[in-house]
């Protein structure tokens, strides 16, 4: 007895010790893993041998384990076998192998018999359902494989797998690699599937499904790709099928190193959590996230289908290939996947402008990272929450914007050759953020580890001051941009930035260099004016002095680039939020895109205009602010009725919306209620641009018949693209009473977990249901609680920062500091955050609803609007989420 009550304070000393990491000492090496999962009990039964190596000698050894009930477990080592005893700790997620004598240093092998349950929570080996019957699938990202059987769950702890799934007779399973057998038995009713032995994996990118899967075969460069869904949906998978093929020759050639895996299949799952998951050879995926039916796709599904294959397959190098040792360098998977997506998206669709959206993309990444409460890209994590928490904008956004700027400042080639030799060196292993800066640094000769470690290990965005005198000389400085004007000018931090200029004359000359101090200066042309983030590949701000500006926008559209516009007008609106210029100086500054016809260009300009209507237009002021927006948007509309060109249509579809959502013009509101009309009879018979935006527009004038047809066309279909577009339509109703019904449906079970905490926080962002749906939240947060799953509760808790006054703030922090929700800490104080700085904003320039803001001569054909307005509106008031 006291040898047990030794070992239990020895684990406990070393628990202390290591917070919820595994203890070091036994290394896994292979996984012989038998399932046999019951979908009518929904649950499972598991056996496993673990192959280990005992680094010393040991009594205990410790796995990850949740939900799991252990019914035997032997150490074999050095020709013993020991029945051992299992303890587990359910708070860590751990269990213990106990042996009655010590485990020799050197081979061992574990053999657990276990059962589990196919739960309904998105996570592990779950349950996913369609109306004609069950599937098991898993979702181990990022620790919960221990949820399917104990393992060592942590990134780099990497083995290879061999895995045996027994089902029904009538089903076929799916797993990382070739099926090599299919034998009957053990019963009548059942068969083994036995697949090849993988390669080295970190246990989070096993996959397992099962059901009646069936499939669309192609290959490319003689690796076998096969597009797999539900019997019902399997030839929507072709456009993903062909998008696959692409990239695998493009990243085969891109890499130099071909696909490490045996096959690869896409696999659209009814019921998934995440957009997709970049398990080795098997990829899973949200069905809208992979599926299109071409009657009802417009050209933003077929862009998101290609860019989610384009992320999840380079993570088959990035992430699968070459692994994160933990996860605070998570944005070594995410962040070069983001980065990557868009280049073979880029050669084989060159008419969806991938690099603008590059730029856009990076606009919206700043905003977030403005933030006091960001973080840097490298976090410390340690708990599962914690761990959870990183999957964020940052991750993502922030790392994939940071390296397009190092790639476009060190030579894209020498680049490439430094991706390369990164990914040789670590091939199925595990590496660290110094590891890759280290190998651009020595391909390319220029210092990216400098530039890559001031911008991971630091949070924030550097704001850079220029200003040019006559002989073309080039002052710049730099401070930490906050979206909060208090801030400004508070922080010490300094970053090594490559600043890269363009000249506004004919010929274009450009040119980079590193700022690595508070201030710098360099030599450009003289009386040339210069922009100062070429193409919009940095990852800053910019302000420039009063004269410079001036010159900059008068030229907005004939004298700089797309992306240099996208970036320019990005920068104004965030200089305009904190003060540092005004409102009217924006909008006369976004009055110049009547003659735009980009869409990634208008992009963030849309946002803006509702979010001013959001949050500054008062009751007493709406209808003028409409007849602004109406007039700046109803040129370029017009203009684009007859286009052809597929990004144009778009772009057309998008102010169809603002006309209608903000602008609320009268003939876009009939025009959309009688689209409305016929897409609920027949949605093939609609645009599918405009089948969205016309249910949303007619919604926000819609009756109790038109709520009663979009509730019926979603009960009706199990087409994701369309639900998708019936329940943002049901988030725009705006009578009261309908928003509640609305609000009801998304606890009923009408709608699906994976997509009913999304649904409802869209109405806290929507202006016209935002008070209804605080209310429903709070007196409904039992069953609200209910439809969360791993990480969906993320979407409400932000949604709530879309308040702007101090009462809504306190409201907002009392009420989650009750009713927490797991991952979210950050979130909640990002929310907080964003409702202090606007209710500040507000105060400081005074309530609109008392003033007589909009004159007479306001309006003009020009749509411009008018100085008096614009400095009592001020310019600090719009500040952006």
């Known amino acids: 007895m006291k040898k047990w009550l030794l070992l239990f304070v020895t684990l406990a000393a070393s628990v202390s010790l290591h917070g919820q990491r595994l203890p070091a000492g036994v290394v896994p090496e292979h996984y012989q893993l038998t399932f046999a999962p019951n979908l009518k009990d929904a649950t499972f039964s598991g056996d496993e041998i673990i192959d280990v190596r005992v680094l010393k000698p040991t009594t205990i050894i410790t796995l990850n384990s949740a939900e799991i009930k252990f019914a035997s477990s032997t150490v074999e080592s050095h020709g013993e076998t020991l029945n051992a005893k299992v303890t587990t700790d359910d708070d860590r997620e751990q269990a213990n192998i106990i042996a009655p004598r010590t485990i020799a240093a050197g081979p061992a092998r574990l053999h657990i018999v276990f059962t589990g349950i196919l739960n309904g929570k998105l996570r592990g080996f779950y349950l996913s ?36 799934l027994i089902v029904d007779k009538g089903d076929t399973a799916i797993s990382n690699e070739k099926l090599v057998a299919d034998t009957p038995g ?5 068969h083994a599937l036995k697949f090849a032995t993988t390669k080295k994996l970190s246990t989070y990118l096993v996959a397992m499904l099962v059901g009646d899967f069936e499939c669309l075969s192609g290959s490319s460069d003689e690796i076998p790709i096969r597009a797999c869904a539900t019997p019902d949906k399997r030839d929507q998978g072709k456009f993903a099928l062909e998008a696959a093929e692409y990239i695998m020759h493009y990243y085969n050639d891109y890499f130099g190193i071909k696909y490490p895996f045996g096959k690869l299949d896409l696999i659209a799952i009814p019921d998934f959590e995440a957009g997709a998951m ?22 933003d599904n077929y862009n998101l289908v290609a860019s989610v294959v384009a992320h999840e397959m380079a993570h088959q190098w990035f992430g699968d290939l070459v692994t994160m040792k933990w996860w605070d360098n998570l944005w070594l998977n995410e962040g070069f996947a983001s980065w990557l997506e868009s280049k073979p998206v880029a050669k084989w669709k060159p008419e969806w402008n991938e690099p603008l959206r590059e730029v856009a993309s990076t606009a919206r990444t700043l905003n977030l990272d403005a933030l006091k409460n960001t973080r840097p890209i490298r976090q410390k994590a340690e708990t599962p929450a914690e761990i959870n928490e990183l999957f964020d904008g940052i991750a993502y956004g922030k790392a994939a914007a940071m390296l397009r700027m190092v790639e476009h400042y060190v030579d894209p080639e020498l680049f490439r050759k430094g991706v390369h030799n990164y990914l040789l060196a670590h091939s199925y292993g595990n590496a660290t953020a110094e590891d890759f800066w280290n190998a651009i640094t020595e391909a390319s000769g220029k210092p990216a580890d400098k530039i890559m470690s001031s911008f991971i290990v630091q949070p924030g965005v550097p704001l850079l001051h220029v200003s040019q005198e006559s002989d073309g000389q080039l002052s710049i400085s730099q401070e930490r941009f906050f979206n909060d004007r208090q801030l400004l000018g508070t922080s010490q931090q300094v970053w090594a930035v490559p600043v890269c200029w363009k000249s506004l004359s004919a010929d274009c000359i450009s040119s ?73 100086t924006y909008l006369d500054l976004i009055s110049q895109l009547k003659a735009e016809h980009l869409r990634q260009v208008w992009a963030e300009v849309l946002t803006n205009l509702q979010y001013m209507d959001d949050k500054f237009v008062g009751a007493s002021e709406r209808e003028a602010f409409h007849q602004f927006v109406r007039n700046l948007l109803i040129q370029p509309y017009t203009a684009l009725t007859q286009t052809k060109d597929p990004e144009e249509k778009a772009l057309r579809a998008d102010l169809f919306y603002l006309l209608g959502i903000v602008g ?9 209620r009688q689209l409305a009309q016929r ?13 969205g935006p016309a249910l949303e527009i007619a919604a926000t004038q819609g009756d109790e018949a038109l709520y009663t047809q979009v509730v019926q066309r979603l009960r009706g279909t199990t087409d994701q693209i369309m639900r998708s577009r019936y329940m943002d339509a049901l988030a725009h109703f705006e009578k009261p009473e309908l928003t509640r019904q609305a ?57 709530a920062g879309d308040f702007c006054d101090a009462d809504a703030a306190s409201n907002v922090s009392a009420f989650f500091k009750v009713h927490t929700v797991p991952s979210t800490e950050r979130a909640l104080r990002q929310a907080l955050e964003r409702i202090n ?45």
């Open 512 to 584: 980079c260099f590193l700022l690595q101090q508070r201030g710098q200066e360099t030599k450009a042309s003289a009386n040339v004016p210069v922009f100062a983030n070429a193409d919009g590949h940095g990852y800053y701000r910019t302000e420039y002095e009063q004269a410079l500006r001036e010159h900059l926008s008068k030229n907005l559209e004939s004298g700089l680039d797309p992306g240099d516009r996208i970036s320019m007008l990005s920068d104004e609106w965030a200089l305009m939020r904190v003060g540092r210029i005004s409102i009217s």
């Open 743 to 799: 609000l009801a449906l998304g606890i009923s079970g009408a709608i699906r977990n994976q997509d009913s905490t999304e649904y409802l926080s869209d109405f806290l962002r929507n202006p016209y249901t935002r008070a209804e749906a605080w209310k429903f939240v709070q007196s409904h947060w039992p069953d609200v609680e209910k439809t969360f799953t791993m990480s969906s509760g993320l979407a409400l808790v932000s949604g």
């Open 129 to 164: 359902e369609t109306p004609k019957r069950r599937y098991a699938v898993t979702q181990f990202e990022s620790t919960d494989a221990r949820r399917a059987f104990p393992c060592f769950d942590e990134p780099d702890k990497k083995a290879t797998f061999d895995i045996t």
């Open 664 to 672: 609320r013009d009268p003939a876009v509101l009939a025009e959309a």
């Open 679 to 691: 897409a609920l009879v027949d949605p093939a018979s609609v645009d599918p641009l405009l089948i």
């Open 278 to 299: 970049e398990n080795a050879g098997a990829i899973t995926y949200r069905e809208s996230f992979m599926l299109l039916d071409p009657k009802v796709a417009g050209v």
């Open 186 to 190: 053990p019963s009548e009713d059942k």
């Open 837 to 881: 700085s606007c209710a500040d904003l507000k105060k400081m320039q005074g309530s609109m609803r008392h003033s007589s803001l909009i004159p007479a001569p306001f309006f003009a054909e020009t749509g411009r609007i008018s100085p008096t307005w614009c400095s009592r509106l001020s310019c600090a008031r719009a500040l952006s989420s």
